[in-house]
């Protein structure tokens, strides 16, 4: 048997990525990245189990997201939700649970945002229905930069909705505040406050909602 590890990020699949991540034992990093078992990993040179360790965990840091829109893997295509206008209340429910725990529940989280394609017409195409059952087994031998990719893409949304949203606040207290200046309304600052305050935690509270009723570019 011999010891063949990931060279790089993107040679990590969503298997060895969520082990790395979740498991503190290196033992387990070489066994599953290097698909050996315990007892070869036991029989490794201690120079040699080291230097592996430090691989794996260099490279683990090293990420390389790739976020294509359609993907082809075990001779099935896949495409990522086209459009988040359609994202069911199921679909949300799963993953704004999962997200809390992103790596112990990749392959969840990849089997939910890919599904396999039922029509195609140029670019454009619609997927399976979620139906909650999906195997999370399905990407474990995918490249780890695909799930990067798919998270990079969540988090910049799911920023860019936040700014947003506080600048709104931010616009409606100043044209509150000009309003009070100018005698034009009579409400107190202390109110305001209260009122603003009410808005972004209502804000705050709906991000992830907001997200999900977006459209995806």
Known sequence: MKLSLPAQYNDLTISDLMTLHTSSDPVEWMMVCGNVDREYVNSMPKILFDRSKEHLAKIREEEVPIHPMTITHNGVEYGFIPSWTEFTTGEWIDLEMWVEDFWVNAD???????????????????????TAKEDRTLFHDASASFFAGAMLFFWTSR????KDSRRSLQTIAAEAMRSVKNGDGMITYSNLQKETSSKWMKSRAAQLKSFFSTSHI
Request: charged content about 25%; overall charge positive; aromatic content about 14%.
């Open 159 to 162: 920023n860019k909705l936040l």
């Open 108 to 130: 969840k989280i990849m089997a939910l945002l890919y599904r396999p394609i039922n029509q195609k017409f140029g670019s454009r195409y619609t997927i399976e229905d979620y």
